[in-house]
C-alpha cells in the first residue's frame, strides 16, 4: 500500500535525510521525499499497519533533522 | 515571503546593524566578547541549537554542525590570540544565514510559480435544482449528473454536451492557444476553459477519474522518481561531509605536527587551525544539493506547461540522451482518419459517382464507408437504396435509383467480370461499376498530419540519428508515407506483437547510451510504450490507457511537441550538469586555496553563498521552454 503524506522541512539534504531515514524504519517497502512539492511517498511493506509505521518513521525523521515535521 | 523567512530576514538585519555599530564601539578583553556575542547568538543559535540536538541524535556531520565548529573554533582563536576580531566569526553566520534565506525563498517562489502554471484544478461544478445554480465540490459530482458551465469557468469533469455551443480553450492542457469549438454531442475534457457561451454536460467519469485529476497527479507526483544525477548527489552529500571534516581535522593537526617533529619549526598551531576552520566554512554542499533538484523540478513544470507531461526526473534524463525515435503510423505521424482524396476515369460526373458510392455503402459502419459518407457531406436518403449485398473481403452491390451499382476492390471487379483500371495512387482503392460497366475509382487514405514532416526535420535537428515508422499497414502505403517525411527506415505489415518484437531488435543493434523512444497514440501501443527505453503517447487527452503505459505525455497530438519535449529535456539536464560542474569545481578550488592559506574565512563564505546563488538561479531557468 502506498500513501502520501504532506512534509514541512527547510533544505534539500535534510529531506534526503529524511528519506533515507524513512527507508530505514521497519515497515516501509519504500519511500520518497519529494523536496521540491514538500510530500513523502510511503509503500508499506505487507502486514504492518501504516500508522503505527508512520509514528515510527516521524520518531526516526526527527532524529536526523529536528526541524522537519511529517502530517499524518 | 512566509513567517519563518520574515522572522529570519529581521535577524539578518538586525545582527547586520548591531556588527556596524560595534565596529565604532571602544571595548577591550571579555567586555568586547561578551558585546559581540549577541550578534553572533541572534544571528547563529538556532544553528548552535541544531548543531547541539545532532550530536545528541549521533547525527554529528551536518551543516550546522560544520558553521558551528567553523564560527566558534574562530572566536575561541580570537580570544586565544588575544586579538579580539570576532567580526570574521559572525560575518561568517551572518552570510551563511542569507544563503539558507535566498535559497528557502528562491525554492519557494519557484514552487508558487509551477503551482501556478499548473492551476487547473476546478474549485467547483454548477448543479441545476429547480431553476438555480448551486456550486458544488466536484468530488461529490455523480457519473452521469448534467452539470452547467458559464463562459469564464472551468470544465471540472470529463463529459458529454447535451445543451450549448462556445469555443474551449486548451491551453492550460495542451500549450496550444487555438482554442476549440464545442457543440451538443461533443465531448469535453476537464481543465479546459469556457470562453463564449453557456455549456451543460452530462458527465462521463467521477471527478477523480477525470482528466484533469490525472494529470495534476502526474505533475504532483513527477519529481518523486528520481534521476540518476539526483541519486548521485544525494549519495555524493553522504560521503561529502564525513570526508571534508576528516580533511580539516588532518589540516589542523598534521602540518603542525610535522613543522614541530620533523622540520624543527614552531608548530604555528593557530595558522593551521585557522585554514582548517575556513576548509569547514567553504564546503558546505547546499549548492550542489539544492540546485539539481530544483532544475529538475522547473524543467518538469515548464514542460507541462508547454503540454508534455514528464512522468519524473529519471525520464526526463532518458529523453535527453535520445538517438533513435520510433513511430507508430496512424495516429502519430497520420490523421488516422480516412478520407477521399482522389477520383479517377470517372464516367459521370464525380459528385453522382460518390452520391452512388456513398448510398451503396451507407448499410455499412466500415471506416471507408464512414469516409466515403463524409465526403459526399450531404444526408443520405436510404430508401434510394435496395437489395444490398456485403461480400466480406470484397465490398459491396446495390440497387440505387433502380441502377444496379458494385463498390469494391479489384477483386469484386474480377468477381462480377468487369474490367477495370488499376490506380497508381497510393491508399484504398475502390472501384465502382453502374450498370455492370466501369465507372471509375474513388482513392481513399489517411492523411499526412500537416507538421509531421517538419518534426521530423526538427528531431533530426535536435540531434536524433535515427528514425523509425512501424506500421501495420500495407508496404506501398507505408513507403510512400516515409519517403514523403523523411523517415529512415519503414517496417510495415506488422501485427501489434511484431511491433514489440522490431523494437527489441532496434534496441538490440543500438549502443548503449543511444536510448529508443517509441511514440505512439497509446491506444494499441501500450506494450510498445513500456518496452522502448521511453514511451511517449500523443494526443492522449482522455486517454487513460496512454497516461498509464507512457513515460511522457503529449497532451495534444502535434508530433511537432515529440522535439520540443526532447529539448526542454535536454536543456534541463544541460542546467543539471553545468550545475554539477560549477558548484563541484568552484568547491574544489575553494577548499585548494584554503588548505594551501590563499583564501580566508570571507571568501569562503562568500565563494559558498554565491556558487549557491547561482546554481539556483542557473536551475530557475530550466523553467523557461517557451522558445526552444
Known sequence: MKKTYKIEVDCANCANKMEEAARKTAGVAAATVNFMTLKMIVEFAEGHDPKAVMEQVRKNCKKVEDDCEIYL | MNKKQKIMLARILAAAALLLILGFVPADGWLRLGLYLVPYLIIGYDILLKAAKGIRNRQVFDENFLMAVATIGAIALALAEGSGDYTEAIAVMLFYQIGEWFQSYAVGKSRRNISELMDIRPDYANIETDGRLTQVDPDEVAVGTVIVVQPGEKVPIDGVVVEGT?????????????????????????GCINMTGL????????????????????????????????DFISKFARIYTPAVCGSALVLAVLPPLVRMLGMDLSPDWSTWIYRALTFLVASCPCALVISIPLSFFAGIGGASKAGVL????????????????????TGTLTQGVFEVCGIHHSEMENEKLLEYAALAESASSHPISKSLQRAYGKELDRSRVSGIQEISGNGVTAVVDGHTVAAGNDKLMDRLGIPYIPCRSVGTIIHMAVDGDYAGHIVISDVVKPHSKQAIQALRSAGVRQTVMLTGDASKVADHVAAELGIDQVYSQLLPADKVEKV???????????????????????????????GIAMGAMGSDAAIEAADVVLMDD??????????????????????????????LICLLLVAVGLANMWLAIFADVGVMILAVLNAIRALFVRNL
Do not use: M, W
Open chain 2, 166 to 190: 462556445s469555443t474551449l480553450n486548451t491551453a492550460a492542457l495542451t500549450g496550444e492557444s487555438l482554442p476549440r469549438d464545442a457543440g451538443a454531442g461533443d465531448e469535453v475534457i476537464s
Open chain 2, 199 to 230: 455549456l451543460k454536460i452530462r458527465t462521463t467519469k467521477e471527478f477523480g477519474e477525470s482528466t484533469v485529476s490525472k494529470i495534476l497527479d502526474l505533475v504532483e507526483n513527477a519529481s518523486s522518481r528520481k534521476s540518476r544525477s539526483e
Open chain 2, 310 to 329: 514528464v512522468k519524473g526526473s529519471n525520464y526526463l534524463e532518458t529523453l535527453s540522451q535520445t538517438k533513435i525515435v520510433v513511430f507508430d503510423k
Open chain 2, 504 to 534: 527489441e531488435e532496434l534496441l538490440k543493434h543500438k549502443p548503449e547510451k543511444a536510448k529508443l523512444a517509441f511514440v505512439g497514440d497509446g491506444i494499441n501501443d501500450a506494450p510498445v510504450l513500456r518496452r522502448a527505453d521511453i
Open chain 2, 558 to 587: 502535434d508530433p511537432l511537441k515529440i522535439a520540443k519535449a526532447i529539448k526542454i529535456s535536454r536543456k534541463c539536464l544541460g542546467i543539471v550538469y553545468q550545475n554539477i560542474v560549477f558548484a563541484i569545481g568552484i568547491k
